[in-house]
């Protein structure tokens, strides 16, 4: 869907991005994160144009888009980002219809697909008509992804969207990401400096550093043992291989012998460290899985996918 | 009671008990005439005004009565005054005239200021309201002769078509030398905002005229266009000459360049820089983001500087006056060059009175895009 061959960009005397070559595929999350100036932010605004390279090519839909018309490869691809920049002289509604204006669609079209928005992001009808001034931190925020997401685009960029909000409004908008992603299958670019967000979020997980990709890869593989150090240790949070452990599903480590008698039993969904949580909370070393016929045992816990 | 209130109520009260002249009677419009104080002028008479007065003053009485009596105080002195002119003018010869005093004045200051404190906190439209209302007493206490007798009444009577003329065409300079200095400064505020560098320079021209005298530039301009004029006669044909309203109107809107400029600057760098990066990543241009988000963020910033130039081109092109260009400023010189009081407030007063409309038509505009963005 999105393809970075060879970018170079320079501002100035600094190079931003040093010869970056990414492939994101249709319907990931891909979450761009690394350290401050690492170039995350720049690589993606080169996708609609706000950012030039000054070599290599960017390809949209396998499309060259230094040979498209700028403001309408903009209107195709939904934006959002951290200060999120409402009109603040335009209502909700207004702001949410903007790009769907642009394209020229009829009132009765925006209006419903305001609507529609609206639910999607579980914002209450009645803001709709409010200006931006009047709404809370994270409801701004969830109405600048309403506003991105307005035309319908099979992309969406999304710079650090979760940053100014607080710590329980970031999970939750976490979470409602999360939601319209598996919903809609969008084909998302995430920036983000934060590790754990990006773990969470992101189907494929990009680190750069000085301008460079270090590691590319789904979460589970990028923390994994054979990737980059820097990477490990910028997303492990110095312990790498636990959190490997909660973004591989318990269903990894299961094998066919039964639960011994009076073994506890995890949730269907549990991770393999929530596996190693319970195993160390009842001494047991080995545990049984909800909905499985087989049985999870620490030895297999402790080296999954071997 | 507060202080404000309580020192205007004093301030009229004083104006109406102290021995300050209040109307004066002169055999002619040009002599000076002899004072009376407002007790000699109305007797007893100056009670019911004084309480009238002092009622607005209070806390307890609510701000639409309070302003409703304030003003009502206003009418009834000048109606008053009014009726003792025409007593005194009884007898003597039809060139005799009753001229106001300071007092007078002083306590009709005082009257509409302690109106204006008491109506602040009232909404818009009750204000409107009672200001209509007190217009449309004066306009029917003026019809009905009560003010016949005054002098400034009598220099209007003999007057009235030239003063209507000047009021017009005081507006209409105004307006010109408006549309003038916009003309010139939004492209210019434009291009500061653009490149910022040129902002510094642009700023400093416009603020170097404020230094010129104002005086000074509308005589100075006269040999200068005569020049021009001279070079290029084919700007002749097109209306323009060395003296009349083509200085005038140059020199004021070379004035309003600065706040103008400076309203329509800090209008345009208003915007939210988030807002403009939003709109230019969603597929706005150049030309839509300025349309659709910086002019309309823009707005309520710049109406401040427009009010601001607004009241000061009512009060500069007064000065066209001594350029022929006409308009108010004529009234008040020709006024001056002959010392009579009563011209020179025919032509002075409606500048105020202008002046102040201006200013509270275009407040109430920005209070609505203020409330709006």
């Not at chain 1, 009765?108 to 305001?114: D, G, P, Y």
């Not at chain 2, 009563?342 to 920005?366: C, F, H, N, Q």
């Amino acid at each position: 869907m999105i393809a970075f061959e060879d970018v170079v960009v320079r501002f100035g005397a600094t190079t931003a991005l040093d010869g970056v070559s990414l492939q994101v595929g249709a319907g990931e999350l891909c979450a761009l994160v690394g350290p401050s100036g690492s170039g995350k932010t720049t690589l993606m605004r080169l996708v609609n144009r706000l950012v030039t390279p000054h070599a290599g090519r960017v390809l949209v839909r396998g499309e060259d888009i230094a040979r498209t018309d700028a403001p309408a490869l903009r209107r195709s691809i939904g934006y959002a980002m951290q200060s999120v920049g409402l009109f603040p002289h335009r209502t909700v509604a207004q702001n949410i219809g903007t790009v769907p204006r642009l394209l020229g669609w009829d009132r009765t079209r925006i209006a419903r697909r305001v609507t529609e928005l609206l639910g999607l992001l579980r914002l209450d009808a009645a803001l709709a008509d409010r200006l931006p001034g009047a709404l809370s931190g994270g409801q701004a925020q969830r109405v600048g992804i309403a506003r991105a997401l307005a035309a319908d685009p099979d992309i969406l960029l999304m710079d650090e969207p979760f940053g100014a909000v607080d710590p329980i409004t970031r999970r939750e908008l976490r979470a409602e990401l999360r939601r319209i992603h598996a919903e809609t299958r969008k084909t998302i670019l995430l920036v983000t400096h934060d590790p754990e967000e990006a773990l969470e979020l992101g189907t494929h997980v990009v680190v750069l550093r000085d301008g460079r990709i270090v590691a590319d890869g789904p979460p589970a593989e990028i923390i994994g043992p054979g990737s980059d150090a820097f990477a490990r240790d910028l997303l492990g949070g110095g312990q790498p291989a636990l959190r490997r452990l909660s973004l591989l599903p318990a269903t990894e480590a299961l094998d066919a012998t039964p639960p011994p008698p009076g073994a506890p039993e995890l949730p269907e969904e549990a991770s393999l460290a929530d596996a190693l949580s319970l195993m160390a909370e009842t001494g047991q070393d080995r545990v049984a899985l909800a909905g499985q016929d087989g049985s999870v045992a620490v030895a297999t816990v402790l080296r999954p996918g071997a | 009671m507060k202080a404000a209130p309580a020192l205007a109520a004093c301030v009229a009260a004083a104006a109406l008990l102290l021995p300050l002249p209040w109307l004066s009677v002169a055999p002619n419009r040009l002599l000076p005439g002899e004072p009376l104080s407002a007790l000699a002028a109305l007797g007893w008479l100056v009670a019911p005004p004084c309480l009238l007065l002092g009622l607005p003053a209070l806390d307890r009485v609510p701000p639409t009565v309070a302003a409703a009596l304030a003003l009502a105080a206003a009418l009834l002195l000048l109606v008053l005054t009014g009726g003792a002119a025409a007593e005194r003018l009884q007898g003597l010869p039809p060139a005799a005239r009753a001229g106001l005093g300071i007092g007078l004045w002083l306590a009709l200051v005082a009257a509409l200021v302690l109106a204006a404190i008491r109506m602040q906190p009232l909404a818009l439209a009750t204000r409107a309201l009672l200001v209509a209302a007190a217009l449309a007493a004066l306009l029917a206490a003026a019809s009905s002769g009560a003010f016949d007798a005054l002098s400034l009444a009598v220099e209007y009577r003999n007057r009235a078509d030239a003063v209507q003329a000047a009021l017009l065409r005081h507006v209409a300079l105004a307006t010109a030398a408006l549309l003038l200095a916009l003309l010139v400064a939004a492209p210019l505020a434009w291009a500061g905002f653009r490149h910022p560098r040129l902002a510094g320079p642009v700023g400093a021209v416009f603020a170097g005229v404020q230094v010129v005298p104002g005086l000074a530039l509308f005589a100075l301009l006269i040999p200068l266009l005569a020049a021009l004029l001279h070079a290029v006669p084919a700007l002749r044909d097109l209306g323009l000459a060395a003296i009349g309203p083509a200085p005038a109107v140059i020199a004021t809107a070379a004035y309003l360049t600065l706040p103008l400029w400076r309203g329509l600057s800090a209008g345009l760098a208003a915007a939210d820089p988030a807002a403009v990066a939003a709109a230019h990543a969603i597929g706005m241009g150049e030309a839509r983001i300025t349309r659709e988000v910086r002019l309309p963020l823009a707005l309520p910033v710049f109406a401040a500087g427009l009010r601001v130039a607004l009241v000061q081109a009512i009060g500069l092109v007064t000065l066209g006056g001594l350029v022929g260009a006409g308009g108010l400023g004529a009234l008040v010189f020709e006024g001056l060059a002959q010392f009579a009081t009563d011209l020179m407030l025919l032509g002075a007063i409606p500048i105020v009175l202008l002046a102040l409309l201006a200013d509270g038509l275009v407040r109430s505009a920005e209070t609505r895009l203020a409330v709006a963005a």
